[in-house]
């Protein structure tokens, strides 16, 4: 299986460099981004709303070039801790998405590029890629209701958080 870092290399090759002045990350460190959400400065990375690097992985033709450009529109600065809130929102959505891909999977080749049985339609890939900009941008309003913790989760919530980031930094979102 490629890594995050193969498929942009990948993508970058096939698609093109972006200016460095939009995807480099040493930019950050000029001006330090603050998260979208509630303003810290903490390990903030651009969250690409409709997870479209997943949907490039899917459908490289439609998505790959548009998810290494990381527009305006698609993105939101978001720190580490609202940045997994955030994809644990759109675990509905994308275990409804991820059946969809599996009923139209048949195999990977030999370069680790999916064969399809049949080929994700993107208007339907869009109806998901909408659906998840939607739900980001109810959350990022405060339309979202946050769930109830109790006192003991509160307590254990930093060394969640932290484990949990050790997992998510494996990949750029
Ligand atoms: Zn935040
Ligand atoms: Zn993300």
Not at 35 to 42: A, F, I, L, P, R
Not at 151 to 172: A, G, P, Y
Request: charged letters at 30%; glycine letters at 4%; aromatic letters at 12%.
């Amino acid at each position: 299986m490629r890594s995050w870092k193969d498929y942009v290399i990948r993508w970058r090759k096939l698609y093109g460099q972006p200016s460095p002045k939009v995807y480099n990350p040493c930019g950050v460190k000029v001006s330090p981004l603050r998260c979208g959400k509630c303003s810290s400065t903490w390990k903030v990375t651009r969250h690409h709303k409709g997870h479209e690097f997943y949907l490039a992985v899917v459908d490289e033709a439609t998505y790959a070039a548009r998810y290494i450009q990381f527009r305006p529109e698609d993105i939101v600065p978001l720190c580490g801790r609202c940045h997994d809130k955030v994809h644990r929102l759109y675990m509905p959505i994308m275990s409804e998405l991820r059946m969809y891909i599996e009923a139209c999977f048949k195999c990977l080749d030999a370069d680790d590029n999916p064969v399809w049985e049949y080929k994700p339609s993107v208007a339907v890939l869009e109806s998901y890629r909408k659906r998840m900009i939607s739900k980001c941008d109810r959350w990022l309003k405060g339309k979202i209701k946050k769930p109830t913790h109790s006192r003991k989760k509160k307590l254990s919530r930093k060394r969640k958080v932290q484990n949990e980031n050790t997992k998510f930094n494996r990949f750029s979102h």
